[in-house]
């Protein structure tokens, strides 16, 4: 019985999906405007092992992830600056809807890469928001049709005193005289007001609404929509999409429906550095890319993730980060030296999805592989065995990583040859095997040379 933690209703549910053996589930996406730091990237990292426990409870999962490219303000109250805009201005771009998604293109390829890395399955969906103009504007039309909305001199704004139950999404707490004069737009109703649909005259698309933009809500709602039907199983995000983002998706969605959303609400925990959490905005992010130069591998930080709950906060440290990596790779050389051959251990697969369906626990998770790998009742096959089958949802690939040699693998190579193996994997899989061979011989100028035996592919030094 697979139990998670709705923030709808506070409390901890049984998982009953909409279609009997599926499951549909929204994840918030990024906005493409740089490039994903790595608390970021833990949404997906949750969003993917989500996914891999449904999967393995054998749910057929239909998964979207948004890409936004378009109407996210830097200020979430739809205040400020185009984020895509400021991305124009930082890359020297000029400021058209095209070069917009030029740059949308260059960072979702990139965030792409970063979720290969980290072995997240890509979902079944990945809607551009630029791409569903159509969809917003009948959106924000049935909105104004039905009388929840509202037109100002800069938009068409969502009335939030029309709907009864806004805010019910982590009960947010009533507006104090205090709140009301801080930052509001004298012509919003009400401070919690959002926008719609954006008036903007030199960056923007034809409409029958005014020449503007989508807000940045009302595209999750409506690429939320078309793919999963008006209400389906799971939306999930980080924790800041509570008060504002969310809610609002539900309000509008809501309204305009007359039906349910989602279902259950998940939100993961902010990954946190000393000075606080983690943001592009606060100049204090790392990428995936920080950490491979610095001679991490992208799985040993998914490691690091997984040795907490994913709706807890996490304070990332290197320190804490090289001691997740060690035990990663103790992990994967211990795993790919135990024999073929066995069977899964029922015991421990039977405690293995009891933690699993506790609201994916993945530090229990983890921490059984290392009582299994000590358990001297359980024979040598059977660990490798039931292990792997944990790793369908852990998504750690040990069967996939490279065993080191006596010589090992030289610290500064790490990352480079960890790429390079990967795509001789791909290559091989889909038997090309011309690229399989150009990936042996850019693996022998760094000086290593692999062999590929029955208990996988092994790698040392020339």
Same mark, same amino acid.
């Given at each position: 019985?697979?139990?998670?933690?709705?923030?709808?209703?506070?409390?901890?549910?049984?998982? @009953?999906?909409?279609?009997?053996?599926?499951?549909?589930?929204?994840? *918030?996406?990024?906005?493409?405007?740089?490039?994903?730091?790595?608390?970021?990237? =833990?949404?997906?990292?949750?969003?993917?092992?989500? =996914? =891999?426990?449904?999967?393995? &409870?054998?749910?057929?999962?239909?998964?979207?992830?948004?890409?936004?490219?378009?109407?996210?303000?830097?200020?979430?109250?739809?205040?400020?600056?185009?984020? /895509?805009?400021?991305?124009?201005?930082?890359?020297?771009?000029?400021?058209?809807?095209?070069?917009?998604?030029?740059?949308?293109?260059?960072?979702?390829?990139?965030?792409?890469?970063?979720?290969?890395?980290?072995?997240?399955?890509?979902?079944?969906?990945?809607?551009?928001?630029?791409?569903?103009?159509?969809?917003?504007?009948?959106?924000?039309?049935?909105?104004?049709?039905?009388?929840?909305?509202?037109?100002? #001199?800069?938009?068409?704004?969502?009335?939030?005193?029309?709907?009864?139950?806004?805010? @019910? +999404?982590?009960?947010?707490?009533?507006?104090?005289?205090?709140?009301?004069?801080?930052?509001?737009?004298?012509?919003?109703?009400?401070?919690?007001?959002?926008?719609?649909?954006?008036?903007?005259?030199?960056?923007?698309?034809?409409?029958?609404?005014? =020449?503007?933009?989508?807000?940045?809500?009302?595209? *999750?709602?409506?690429?939320? /929509?078309?793919? +999963?039907?008006?209400?389906?199983?799971?939306?999930?995000?980080?924790?800041?999409?509570?008060?504002?983002?969310?809610?609002?998706?539900?309000?509008?969605?809501?309204?305009?429906?007359?039906?349910?959303?989602?279902?259950?609400?998940?939100?993961?925990?902010?990954?946190?550095? $000393?000075?606080?959490?983690?943001?592009?905005?606060?100049?204090?992010?790392?990428?995936?890319?920080?950490?491979?130069?610095?001679?991490?591998?992208?799985?040993?930080?998914?490691?690091?993730?997984?040795?907490?709950?994913?709706?807890?906060?996490?304070?990332?440290?290197?320190?804490?980060?090289?001691?997740?990596?060690?035990?990663?790779?103790?992990?994967?050389?211990?795993?790919?030296?135990?024999?073929?051959?066995?069977?899964? #251990?029922?015991?421990?697969?039977?405690?293995?999805?009891?933690?699993?369906?506790?609201?994916?626990?993945?530090?229990?998770?983890?921490?059984?592989?290392?009582?299994?790998?000590?358990?001297?009742?359980?024979?040598?096959?059977?660990?490798?065995?039931?292990?792997? $089958?944990?790793?369908?949802?852990?998504?750690?690939?040990?069967?996939?990583?490279?065993?080191?040699?006596?010589?090992?693998?030289?610290?500064?190579?790490?990352?480079?040859? #960890?790429?390079?193996?990967?795509?001789?994997?791909?290559?091989?899989?889909? @038997?090309?095997?011309?690229?399989?061979?150009?990936?042996?011989?850019?693996?022998?100028? &760094?000086?290593?040379?692999?062999?590929?035996?029955?208990?996988?592919?092994?790698?040392?030094?020339?």
């Amino acid at each position: 019985m697979l139990k998670l933690h709705n923030t709808l209703t506070g409390t901890l549910e049984e998982f @009953k999906s909409i279609s009997d053996g599926k499951a549909l589930m929204y994840n *918030c996406g990024p906005t493409v405007y740089n490039y994903a730091h790595i608390g970021n990237l =833990r949404s997906y990292v949750f969003a993917d092992t989500l =996914r =891999r426990t449904l999967q393995y &409870l054998g749910y057929e999962v239909t998964q979207v992830i948004n890409i936004t490219d378009v109407g996210h303000l830097s200020d979430d109250g739809d205040e400020g600056e185009d984020k /895509m805009t400021k991305a124009l201005k930082r890359l020297g771009k000029p400021m058209t809807t095209s070069a917009m998604r030029e740059v949308a293109d260059l960072y979702f390829e990139e965030f792409k890469k970063d979720l290969r890395k980290l072995h997240i399955e890509l979902p079944t969906y990945f809607p551009f928001a630029s791409d569903h103009l159509v969809e917003d504007m009948k959106l924000v039309e049935t909105l104004i049709e039905k009388g929840f909305a509202y037109k100002t #001199s800069d938009g068409i704004y969502f009335d939030t005193e029309k709907d009864p139950h806004y805010g @019910k +999404l982590g009960q947010l707490t009533p507006i104090s005289d205090e709140q009301s004069r801080i930052g509001m737009n004298s012509e919003k109703k009400n401070p919690r007001d959002f926008a719609l649909w954006k008036f903007n005259n030199e960056l923007g698309y034809e409409s029958a609404l005014g =020449r503007g933009f989508p807000g940045w809500h009302i595209e *999750c709602s409506a690429m939320a /929509m078309k793919y +999963l039907g008006e209400t389906f199983d799971i939306h999930t995000g980080g924790i800041d999409h509570i008060p504002v983002h969310h809610n609002n998706e539900i309000a509008q969605s809501e309204s305009a429906t007359g039906k349910p959303f989602a279902h259950y609400w998940m939100h993961n925990g902010f990954v946190n550095v $000393e000075s606080g959490k983690m943001a592009k905005s606060e100049g204090n992010f790392l990428s995936l890319q920080t950490l491979q130069e610095r001679n991490f591998l992208p799985l040993a930080y998914r490691y690091w993730l997984l040795q907490a709950r994913y709706s807890t906060q996490v304070n990332f440290t290197f320190e804490a980060l090289e001691a997740a990596q060690q035990a990663y790779k103790k992990l994967v050389k211990t795993w790919q030296q135990l024999p073929d051959g066995g069977t899964s #251990s029922k015991h421990h697969i039977d405690t293995f999805q009891s933690f699993i369906e506790d609201d994916l626990d993945t530090a229990k998770s983890l921490a059984l592989i290392w009582e299994l790998l000590k358990d001297d009742s359980v024979v040598a096959a059977d660990k490798k065995t039931t292990i792997a $089958e944990f790793d369908k949802v852990l998504g750690l690939n040990i069967s996939k990583q490279p065993i080191e040699s006596a010589g090992g693998i030289k610290v500064e190579d790490e990352h480079l040859v #960890s790429e390079l193996l990967a795509k001789r994997v791909e290559a091989r899989k889909h @038997k090309d095997f011309k690229t399989s061979d150009e990936m042996r011989d850019a693996l022998a100028k &760094l000086g290593y040379k692999i062999e590929d035996k029955p208990e996988g592919t092994i790698i040392s030094q020339i």
